[in-house]
């Protein structure tokens, strides 16, 4: 007998609600994230003596990438994903952790890095049944409404 690995998930059917306009919600969330990851990098800009400005993409991800771990791991949610009330969840439905917060950034920094896995791993938040990115999909992680 098949049993669904992530099972212990809200029922998109049934319990409809945790998953209403959460890829919406992700995006704005990105977006916030995105302001928050550069007032982040000023500092950096400013503590290098503006040297920072010569490498600023590389020290814009590498910034990004540990203000999403750490946000991950404490909240299982970036800062932009609590203003949205949503939040990570693993297969079992418990929040993630700090090695499934790594493992979710690394995944989500290799499709943001390639234009084309970004591009179907939208599409497939927008269609698959819980609203999975490419990312969610490997690891069973699914972002759901917080408050539902």
């Not at 704005?28 to 990851?37: C, E, G, L, Y």
């Not at 297969?91 to 979710?104: I, P, S, V």
């Amino acid at each position: 007998m098949y049993r669904d690995p992530i099972s212990h998930l809200p029922d998109p059917i049934r319990q409809a609600e945790f998953y209403e306009g959460v890829t919406l919600k992700r995006g704005v969330a990105w977006i916030f994230d995105f302001i928050i990851t550069a007032l982040l990098v000023v500092p950096v800009l400013v503590f290098t003596a503006f040297l920072g400005v010569f490498f600023l993409p590389l020290l814009f991800f590498i910034v990004g990438f540990f203000y999403r771990v750490f946000t991950i791991t404490h909240g299982s949610a970036t800062l932009g994903m609590r203003m949205m009330a949503i939040e990570f969840r693993d297969m079992h439905g418990q929040r993630l952790d700090r090695q499934q917060a790594f493992m979710h950034t690394l995944g989500y920094t290799f499709t943001i890095m390639t234009f084309l896995l970004q591009l179907v791993s939208i599409g497939f938040m927008f269609t698959s049944e819980r609203g999975q990115g490419l990312t969610d999909m490997a690891l069973g992680t699914v972002a759901l409404n917080k408050r539902a």
